[in-house]
């Protein structure tokens, strides 16, 4: 089968400065797929991820379910267009390109969009449909986390 490329946009209450600065950091990341997946290379870091740097390791679904070594690769931040685009493979998965883009919808809110190109061969259907599900999950936290990006800071650990 064929890569299928999954998009998904909420509206965030929350400035675009603000969210992009949680955007870049691992601390966002896992807060946002607590329990859908843990990635132990970034479980303890503190700092934001850094354009062309490569992290790899175990992938656990729901936490406990071991899915393979995975490898991310952050491709590009362009911190003037809120776009951070990843590139990952591993276990079932050649291919996984996300962007993260962010569009100010005013000087409040956001628009968040999650586009992810999949290439997992004979298990590309599936994937996508697991992705489809991480993505909402994923996109309703980040609401919850926006509402509290405007009076914390990701430093602050709210994250």
Same mark, same amino acid.
């Given at each position: 089968?064929?890569? !299928?490329?999954?998009?998904?946009?909420?509206?965030?209450?929350?400035?675009?400065?603000?969210? &992009?600065?949680?955007?870049? *950091?691992?601390?966002?990341?896992?807060?946002?797929? =607590?329990? !859908?997946?843990?990635?132990?290379? @970034?479980?303890? =870091?503190?700092?934001?991820?850094?354009?062309?740097?490569?992290?790899?390791?175990?992938? &656990?679904?729901?936490?406990?379910?071991?899915?393979?070594?995975?490898?991310?690769?952050?491709?590009?931040?362009?911190?003037?267009?809120? *776009?951070?685009?990843?590139?990952?493979?591993?276990?079932? @998965?050649?291919?996984? /390109?996300?962007?993260?883009?962010?569009?100010? !919808?005013?000087?409040?809110?956001?628009?968040?969009?999650?586009? /992810? =190109?999949?290439?997992?061969?004979?298990?590309?259907?599936?994937?996508?449909?697991?992705?489809?599900?991480?993505?909402? @999950?994923?996109?309703?936290? &980040?609401?919850?986390?926006?509402?509290?990006?405007?009076?914390?800071?990701?430093?602050?650990?709210?994250?």
């Amino acid at each position: 089968m064929d890569a !299928l490329t999954l998009t998904r946009t909420t509206d965030l209450d929350a400035p675009a400065g603000v969210v &992009w600065d949680a955007v870049c *950091t691992p601390a966002a990341f896992r807060t946002v797929t =607590r329990g !859908l997946v843990r990635y132990p290379p @970034v479980a303890r =870091r503190a700092d934001t991820w850094r354009e062309g740097e490569t992290v790899s390791g175990w992938l &656990w679904l729901f936490g406990v379910l071991p899915f393979g070594r995975h490898t991310i690769r952050v491709a590009r931040i362009d911190p003037a267009q809120f *776009t951070l685009t990843s590139d990952e493979h591993g276990g079932l @998965v050649r291919s996984w /390109v996300h962007d993260i883009v962010l569009e100010p !919808l005013d000087t409040d809110r956001t628009r968040y969009t999650d586009r /992810v =190109r999949i290439d997992a061969g004979w298990a590309t259907l599936p994937v996508t449909a697991f992705a489809w599900l991480f993505y909402k @999950v994923r996109q309703t936290r &980040w609401r919850r986390l926006a509402s509290t990006l405007h009076t914390s800071s990701v430093d602050d650990g709210i994250v």
